[in-house]
């Protein structure tokens, strides 16, 4: 099949069609002319269009690169401030609650002391009662004690012993007692 | 069709066909298929790229990104070849990646005309490169220019060698400049002819082998297109960094 076709080639004249001469000068005064006019057409309305974008393009990536740069900057302000801020507020809120504790223990200390004496005064009152008490029972002790010694002493002496009698003879008999223990 | 009536010549459409005979100045500048598939590419480069700016907005669409992405592409071949500086030259090259590549794309169309398969289109574009470094070495350094043939540093007894080998490879670079482009264009279309050819040769049950290879030989033409216009424009921004070094 190539060799039908080579032999069709040779047939149909000298090698390739490129060799032949008598179009060269057309086709070097219209390559030069077509190339001319495509350089001058990009040159004038391709090429600077997209020079121009691209140029646009590199500034405008350029001042949002700087103002993002600058915004960034801004944020790290405030952020410091902001900082700043939490730390007074933090240091302002132990105040507050050191004085509250603060508070709060002076009033309890005193709240403790205020129980304390009234404990301790009614510790006195209730000592006082007690002693009276006593004192009142020792009375009635003591009475109790003179009856049934003048009783015994009726009985035993079969005599009437006088109520001052009774008394000193009770008397004597704690003092008796009373040096005994000591 | 049958097989009688294949034409089975896959040079074909490589084959010049003046549409108008023109004349200037008794040059001739007869209308061609080649001339008006050139006509076409700078048209479709021109309508898409002004499509694609038709309302520049600082956040790009689709077809924004993209034409910002071939300035970019460019921008960073010419920066990376020239050490940034040859940005003077931006349009220039532009034009040249561009124009390659849409007549390279263009001539994958069915039935269309592939500019950069004739050799004396991509000859032209390699000569006016070669030529336009030349003259900017001349313009930039004066005289010096020819210096760059002989390296400094070198003993002086080996610049007999020295220098042929210079000037050989100097001379050499429009050529291969323009026989690369030329020979990957031409051996791309005609291998996807003669697939063709043998796709419609082929009994009808045997038609898809060929053909089936053609779409994936397609593919590989349009990367090939890519490339080439690529190869081309890195290669003259090499040739003007050597210009705008001087010394060479």
Known sequence: MISTAFAAAEKAGAGLPQFETSNFPSQIFWAIISFGILLLLFRKYILPPIHHILDERVSRIRGDMEEAEKMKQQAEQVLVDYQQQLASIHERATEILDEAQSRAEKAHSKAMQQLEEDVERKKAAFAEDLEYAREQAMKEVKGIAVEISMLATKKLLNRNLSREEAGKMVESSIEEIRSLSN | ?248
């Not at chain 2, 990376?80 to 169309?109: A, D, H, Q, W, Y």
Request: hydrophobic share 60%; net charge neutral; proline share 6%.
């Open chain 2, 1 to 248: 069709m049958s097989v009688a009536e294949v034409k089975l010549e896959p040079l074909h459409h490589f084959q010049v066909v003046n549409y108008l005979e023109l004349e200037l100045f008794g040059v001739d500048i007869s209308i061609s298929n080649s001339v008006v598939w050139m006509w076409l590419s700078v048209a479709v480069a021109f309508a898409l790229f002004r499509f694609a700016l038709r309302s520049p907005a600082l956040v790009p669409g689709r077809m924004q990104a993209l034409a910002e992405a071939a300035y970019i592409f460019i921008c960073r071949i010419l920066d990376e070849n020239t050490r940034g500086r040859g940005r003077r030259f931006l349009p220039l090259i532009f034009t040249l990646f561009f124009f390659i590549l849409f007549c390279n794309l263009l001539g994958l169309v069915p039935g269309s005309f592939t500019p950069t398969s004739q050799l004396v289109v991509t000859a032209t574009l390699a000569v006016a490169v070669f030529v336009f470094s030349i003259l900017l070495r001349i313009y930039l350094y004066g005289a010096g220019f020819f210096r760059a043939f002989a390296p400094s540093g070198l003993p002086p007894w080996l610049l007999p060698l020295m220098i042929p080998i210079e000037l050989i490879s100097f001379l050499a670079r429009p050529v291969s400049l323009a026989l690369r482009l030329f020979a990957n264009m031409t051996a791309g279309h005609a291998v996807l002819a003669v697939l063709a050819f043998l796709g419609l040769a082929a009994p009808w049950y045997l038609h898809w082998v060929p053909l089936g290879f053609m779409v994936v030989f397609m593919a590989l033409e349009v990367f090939i297109a890519f490339i080439q216009a690529y190869i081309f424009t890195i290669l003259t921004c090499v040739y003007l960094d050597d210009a705008l070094e001087g010394q060479g």
